[in-house]
């Protein structure tokens, strides 16, 4: 059975961007601030749109805020 | 803590609260007056009332996000939580004095308005757990 884990820089990248706070970019993504501490700690995994306003506010894309780890035993290749 | 975790704590006080000072008044005045009088003391739960007033005592900050999707999700999923127990409260209190009256007997017509309060408060307080139980442990995303 695959078990499927979304992980994130999200810290990495806000204290690279000038030390931006949470607030900050909570404001920058239209969210709550506690919301961006529980996408932070993994405890929330954001909807397609929020993920896109994060990576819109670093000026990156989604695969480099956001990494997608599949651990499937079987591959599958075509 | 954010405006609806203020919110479910308020609410959860109030009805705790409400329910020990009403359980304080019947118990005294079961003791300086007997039992029937004593049910008096259940207009203690009046102050139940105070429950309308969380809006207005944590009132909405001007140019805040305050209800974004997580917000949506927890409580949406409080709502179902909810709903999940309003439907044994409401068989039990259709169901029990069927059982321990009898179907063809007759209940004071008090008791209406307390069923119906009792399942109230208890939609109340289970609704307020659960936002208070979700926000605190960060549910995951469809999990």
């Known amino acids: 059975m695959a078990s499927n884990q979304l992980s994130n820089k999200i810290r ?7 030390r931006m706070t949470q607030q ?23 909807s397609l749109l929020l993920a896109f306003r994060i990576s ?6 989604v695969e ?3 990494q997608y780890e599949s651990d499937d035993s079987e591959s599958g290749t075509v | 803590m954010n405006r609806w975790q203020k919110i479910a704590w308020y609410n959860v006080f109030v009805i705790i609260f409400t329910f020990i000072l009403t359980g304080l008044c019947v118990g005294v005045l079961t003791i300086k007056h007997g039992m029937p009088k ?3 003391g259940l207009g203690m739960l009046g102050m139940l009332g105070l429950l309308g ?32 127990i309003f439907w044994p409260l409401f068989t039990a209190a259709c169901m ?13 017509i008090n008791v209406l308005p307390l069923m119906l309060v009792a399942i109230a408060i208890s939609l109340i307080a289970a609704q307020s757990i659960a936002v208070l139980v979700q926000y605190g442990r960060g549910e995951k995303d469809g999990q």
């Open chain 1, 12 to 18: 990495r990248l806000r204290f690279d961007n000038g």
């Open chain 1, 56 to 61: 819109r506010a670093f000026g990156l894309s």
């Open chain 2, 38 to 40: 004593a049910l008096s």
């Open chain 1, 24 to 46: 900050q970019l909570a404001d920058k993504a239209d969210v709550t601030r506690q919301t961006i501490i529980a996408i932070e700690s993994g405890k929330y995994t954001p």
């Open chain 2, 96 to 108: 029990i004095p069927w059982f321990i009256i009898g179907p063809n007997n007759l209940i004071p």
């Open chain 2, 53 to 84: 007033l969380s809006g207005f005592i944590f009132k909405k900050k001007k140019h805040n996000v305050e209800f974004d999707e997580r917000d949506r999700l927890i409580f949406y999923r409080s709502i179902q939580i909810t709903f999940a």
């Open chain 1, 64 to 66: 480099d805020v956001f």
